[in-house]
């Protein structure tokens, strides 16, 4: 469950527990949900009880630590790819004892990863607030965010909705740094857009239109979000993307100065990206901008803001985007 991972963007994954309930659109080929099957450990869904790990599991991290100060280097640690650490049905404690362990590990960044961010911030404060007691022996009247100055937060978001729905409430949660995960990616976001009742605002450089003028916003209400990640659907059932969803996402980051990272295209290619391998496909989607698609069996061809994508697998698929890897990363 504790592992030098595959996933590009982290050093380190680590699974204190095990087990989730699907809640998104994007949840529906859980890649985490497939494994858990395979391998026989837990059962998914609301009223299945969650696995927590071992100890020699847990003990991990107090390994990377070392190693991490040793050679003068921090280590990003994705907590947990086979779980989420906001969900309900998780005991309060097992999340106390994992803050316990990120105050063990200083020289680790913890990079938090969640599709229920409106349950973040009373569950942060919690555990956060019992760790501290239990390592200090009385609560620290300070923020969250000083405490844990190794907290990295994420909202998993795959559409404009979810972007609508989840945005401020990560902004409104206490954290070292801030991020977003869109994979998969499953429709057009507008970061620069994002609906808060009447209010549009810009989340990544702080400012926003009211319905009349535009109208900047201080940093510390509204503040910027650190980091875009972005990919798409991988493993059985994979749905393609639409290359305007990717590229609109990198130049709004481009823009505003915000690292963007590209983790994959997932199982589809864009057929504009012109690799030898396109010709050796034998599935096609055309993808419209709302996400939906077709293999143009009935005759459909290229209607207005479809674009057409073929399946050649993960591996050839890559990471490439316009002739180059996104990789970057927030200092």
Not at 198 to 204: H, K, N, T
């Amino acid at each position: 469950m504790a592992e030098n991972t595959k996933i590009e963007w982290a050093d380190h994954t680590f699974n204190p527990w095990v087990g989730c309930t699907k809640v998104s659109p994007a949840c529906d080929h859980c890649y985490a949900e497939g494994w858990a099957k395979r391998s026989g450990m837990v059962k998914w869904g609301v009223d299945a009880q969650r696995h927590r790990t071992s100890d020699s599991n847990w003990r991990q991290p107090i390994k990377w630590n070392s190693e991490a100060g040793r050679l003068g280097v921090r280590y990003r640690v994705f907590c947990a790819s086979l779980a989420d650490i906001f969900d309900n049905t998780v005991p309060q404690e097992w999340r106390a004892d994992l803050f316990k362990l990120i105050l063990q590990t200083p020289n680790l960044d913890w990079l938090l990863l969640t599709k229920r961010i409106g349950n973040a911030q009373n569950m942060l404060k919690q555990a956060g607030d019992a760790a501290l007691v239990a390592t200090f022996g009385a609560a620290i009247s300070t923020s969250f965010a000083f405490s844990f100055p190794n907290v990295w937060l994420g909202a998993t978001l795959c559409n404009q909705e979810e972007a609508d729905r989840d945005i401020l409430k990560l902004l409104d949660t206490p954290a070292a740094k801030r991020f977003l995960s869109m994979e998969p990616l499953l429709g057009t976001v507008d970061l620069t857009q994002v609906q808060s009742g009447a209010r549009v605002l810009d989340v990544l450089q702080g400012g926003g239109f009211h319905e009349t003028h535009f109208e900047p916003l201080p940093p510390d209400h509204h503040p910027c979000i650190d980091w875009v990640i972005v990919g798409g659907e991988s493993g059985h059932g994979a749905r393609p993307m639409h290359p305007k969803w990717v590229r609109s996402l990198r130049d709004q980051c481009l823009t505003a100065a915000v690292p963007f990272f590209f983790k994959q295209h997932g199982e589809w290619q864009f057929c504009d990206e012109g690799t030898a391998i396109l010709a050796t496909s034998k599935r096609t989607a055309y993808v419209r901008r709302d996400g939906t698609f077709h293999d143009g069996s009935q005759g459909v061809d290229f209607f207005a803001g479809e674009e057409q994508t073929v399946w050649v697998g993960k591996k050839a698929a890559g990471r490439m985007l316009d002739g180059r890897e996104f990789n970057e990363v927030p200092q």
